[in-house]
């Protein structure tokens, strides 16, 4: 069992400014997970945005913000985070931390079982 909740949303910034999500997971099991980013802009299917092992040997990025995110993971704390560089208005949705069970990370909503209410990100240009 893991619960999420994610935060460093709600406000705004600019574009080509930076900003850090974090995703709390409560439960004594949070390092047997693959952890993702997925994001949904208004009128827009959710998307996947990154990913992560749980041993945090290895990494996916969506084409979009390869080169521009990160996505690092403490599992001492706890904590998943996806530090996001060079923003572009285009990046401005809800964004949604969600877990799975370990293995070949997905890209797929179905590759993860639980999932956080949501962050907002707003980037204006």
């Known amino acids: 069992q893991v619960q999420l909740v994610e935060s460093g949303g709600g406000g705004v910034v600019q574009a080509g400014g930076s900003l850090r999500l974090s995703c709390a997971a409560s439960?004594?099991?949070?390092?047997?997970?693959?952890m993702g980013w997925f994001r949904q802009a208004p009128g827009k299917e959710r998307e996947f945005v990154a990913g992560?092992?749980?041993?945090?040997?290895?990494?996916l990025f969506a084409d979009s913000v390869k080169g521009r995110f990160t996505i690092s993971r403490d599992n001492a704390k706890n904590m998943v985070f996806l530090q996001m560089n060079s923003l572009k208005p285009e990046d401005t949705a809800v964004y949604y931390c969600?877990?799975?069970?370990?293995?070949?990370?997905?890209?797929?909503?179905?590759?993860?079982?639980?999932w956080g209410r949501g962050t907002q990100v707003t980037v204006s240009s």
């Open positions: 969600a877990a799975g069970p370990p293995g070949r990370i997905g890209a797929s909503q179905n590759s993860y079982h639980t």
């Open positions: 992560i092992t749980w041993s945090g040997s290895g990494d």
């Open positions: 439960g004594r099991t949070f390092s047997s997970y693959n």
